[in-house]
């Protein structure tokens, strides 16, 4: 089995049974705010593209590239389609001119033409990627590789029955907006950033352990930031809080707990993967690669500056009245919302600030609250709230504009806006910015329906606690994934933290746990 590297979460996989294009991106992402890292976009597309079978694991932009697709991906491939519980993927891909599509079943191995089997394992709760993330399984010849991409399973198991994986590649590195757009001191970044990037490599470890494959690929991450507001995302100024480490921290790292069957993959990099080996062929020498990052992204954000401008230029839209058109397409669904609704339990306020074009830049130019108990859209009127998003009014024009569904996957991932909230993160209110179509709210709403009135019923002992065995989050098995200390559990699948005398969630909103001392 060959694997060839192109960039981000995306690589070839060719077998002499037929090939398979992953996640291929290559287009800024979001708002022009995430561009792949290393560049890929010099990598001979045109036969890259041509293969047998295309996979796109979600919709998430730094995963689903449809200018890409459209220009690049033969139409001929056949789509390997994730079990999703919403029709959108392959509505978009048969919208790009892609015909063929073999349905898969969640966690049900399919054998294609020529023996080649694949599985994949489709997560669908409403807080998995664009509501869903799913993960692939691929066999030819004995040979096992599981492209986990930035999915997160509560296990592994599934894949380990399958037998020994000789190939895993997972995410290492951040894919997220916290905690760098907080207002808050640098010092409470900085140390919160430091927890994030600790737990993002615990969660790491503890998947590999579960898996134990031959060879480790760290993959999906991260994304660089070449617009000068947000070039200091990039990890490149010594700071222990910056959420984006590169492939060589993730090596550096992964060596201080024993791991020595890492393997990177830059764009252009060759894998030959056997039962008994791996043998890897590079474009440049890695470790010089990342001596020079700075560099690299300095000479990369300078030919990309005119595709971030004309991207920009597209964004305003001052015919919109963003008032007016919010209520429009956001009261109809805080109608229909019930566990939404009740979770978020507050306003939530949009401060719109000008740009720098129209003389105003910076400066508040129109508040909106969603007002979700009074099931409203309207001006603030000084009122408390609990969370409030800063952005320039421009942003929200074009999310108007083009209809956009999921302003998680668009607005909040572009990291172009600052938050503020009193109180703990609540998962509900992103939630419901994922949601703005109907056909996502009302999953949405049934999926919480279903889990919320069906709590997990098996405890289990974790020290001097019993508790119960599943997280109230996403329902990872405690039994993998918790450890206490004290009087505190804390879910590593996504760093939640919970205190056992009072069953409080600390981490967010509405996900008490059943716990109890040891007799």
């Known amino acids: 089995m060959r694997v060839t590297g192109t960039g981000h979460a995306s690589m070839r996989i060719d077998t002499a049974a037929g090939s398979i294009l992953c996640d291929p991106w290559v287009n800024p992402a ?27 694991s979600h919709l998430h932009r730094d995963h689903f590239d449809a200018a890409h697709l459209t220009r690049f991906v033969s139409k001929k491939a056949t789509v390997l389609l994730p079990e999703y519980p919403t029709s959108e993927l392959e509505d978009e891909l048969r919208e790009l001119g892609f015909t063929s599509f073999v349905k898969t079943k969640t966690n049900e191995v399919v054998e294609l033409d020529g023996g080649l089997n694949v599985m994949i394992q489709a997560l669908t709760s409403p807080t998995d990627g664009p509501i869903g993330d799913s993960s692939l399984w691929v ?20 894949f380990a029955e399958l ?30 950033g430091k927890q994030k990037r ?146 978020v339990g507050g306003p939530v306020r949009f401060d719109l600030v000008g740009s720098s074009s129209d003389g105003s830049g910076g400066e508040t130019v129109e508040s909106i609250v969603v007002d979700f108990p009074g099931k409203q859209v309207r001006p603030y009127g000084d009122e408390k709230v609990r969370y409030r998003f800063r952005t320039e009014r421009a942003l929200v024009e074009h999310l108007l504009h083009i209809g956009e569904v999921d302003w998680v996957n668009s607005l909040f991932l572009s990291c172009r806006f600052s938050a503020a909230r009193i109180g703990q993160y609540n998962e509900f209110v992103y939630a419901f910015f994922k949601c703005l179509s109907e056909e996502r709210l009302q999953y949405a709403e049934g999926w919480y329906d279903e889990h919320l009135k069906n709590a997990d019923k098996e405890d289990i002992r974790l020290g001097d606690w019993v508790v119960q065995r599943r997280c109230p989050h996403l329902k990872a098995d405690l039994t993998r994934f918790g450890i206490v200390e004290g009087d ?6 996504h760093g939640w933290r919970f205190d056992l005398s009072s069953g409080r969630c600390l981490t967010s909103v509405g996900h008490e746990i059943r716990a109890h001392r040891a007799e």
């Open 198 to 343: 600790d737990r993002q490599f615990d969660r790491t470890w503890r998947y590999i352990d579960d898996l134990k494959a031959s060879h480790v690929f760290p993959i999906a991450g991260p994304p660089c930031f070449l617009d000068d507001e947000l070039w200091q995302f990039n990890d490149i100024f010594g700071d222990e809080g910056n959420i984006f480490p590169d492939q060589s921290v993730f090596m550096r790292e992964y060596a201080k707990v024993g791991g020595t069957n890492g393997v990177v993959l830059l764009p252009g990099s060759v894998a030959e993967v056997t039962p008994d080996s791996c043998t890897t062929t590079h474009p440049t020498d890695v470790d010089e690669f990342f001596a020079n990052k700075k560099a690299h992204l300095e000479e990369m954000r300078e030919r990309k500056r005119p595709v971030i401008e004309a991207e920009k230029a597209s964004w305003r839209h001052p015919e919109i009245d963003v008032l007016k058109e919010m209520k429009r397409k956001i009261e109809p669904l805080l109608d229909e919302s019930m566990y939404l609704a009740k979770g």
């Open 139 to 158: 066999e030819y010849g004995g040979v096992r590789l599981l492209n986990q991409n930035d999915a997160r399973p509560s296990d592994l198991s599934t």
């Open 488 to 493: 505190q559990l804390t879910c590593q699948l």
């Open 30 to 56: 979001y708002f022009a705010s995430w561009f792949p890292f290393p560049d890929n976009s010099l990598l001979d597309w045109e036969t890259l593209g041509q293969v047998d079978y295309l996979y796109v």
């Open 163 to 192: 037998g020994h994986v000789h190939a895993h590649m997972l995410q290492f590195s951040g894919a997220i907006w916290y905690p760098m757009v907080y207002e808050l001191p640098q010092t409470a970044k900085t140390a919160f």
